[in-house]
């Protein structure tokens, strides 16, 4: 098996640096949504204290992206359209989120064809969460 082959079976999460990486992810979408006035609205339907909401984001990307699932088990199960839907996401909340999540994401390096792939996937959760 050629390197190319092996590299085209790696998970997401692997490709990200499993726990460590997913993790990075999510604080940088985090510390990025702190920073930024764009995302002010987005900022305001967050808990003031977000450890708990880094720690969660992390614990789903690791399930979502091929990774352990740990944190979807401490859970009882998850459905990330049902814990958001009676949040009021907006297609203005939704915007911000996404953009935030391409800053985070080019923040930490993610590689262009896997950033592109989970921009797809984030696009359509966003939407859907928006009802767009
Ligand atoms: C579409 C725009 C979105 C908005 C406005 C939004 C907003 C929120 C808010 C307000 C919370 C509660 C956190 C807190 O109170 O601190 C939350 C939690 C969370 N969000 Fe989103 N979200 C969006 C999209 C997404 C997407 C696309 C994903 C995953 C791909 C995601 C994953 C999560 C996770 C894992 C949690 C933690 C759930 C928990 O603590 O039980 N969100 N979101």
Do not use: N
Not at 37 to 48: E, F, K, T, W
């Amino acid at each position: 098996m050629s390197s190319a082959e092996t590299q085209d079976r790696l998970s997401p999460y692997q490709m990200l640096g499993g726990a460590a990486g997913v993790r990075r992810l999510a604080d940088a979408f985090y510390d990025v949504m702190e920073a930024g006035p764009a995302y002010g609205a987005l900022r305001a339907m967050h808990q003031d204290d977000l450890a708990p909401t880094r720690e969660a984001l992390a614990g789903f990307f690791s399930a979502w992206m091929g990774g352990p699932r740990d944190w979807i088990t401490s859970q009882g199960g998850f459905c990330i359209m049902s814990r958001h839907a009676t949040m009021g996401v907006t297609p203005q909340t939704a915007g911000q989120w996404l953009h935030a999540m391409r800053q985070a994401m080019d923040k930490v390096a993610v590689p262009a064809a896997l950033a592109a792939e989970l921009d797809a996937a984030f696009t359509r959760l966003s939407r859907a969460m928006a009802g767009e």
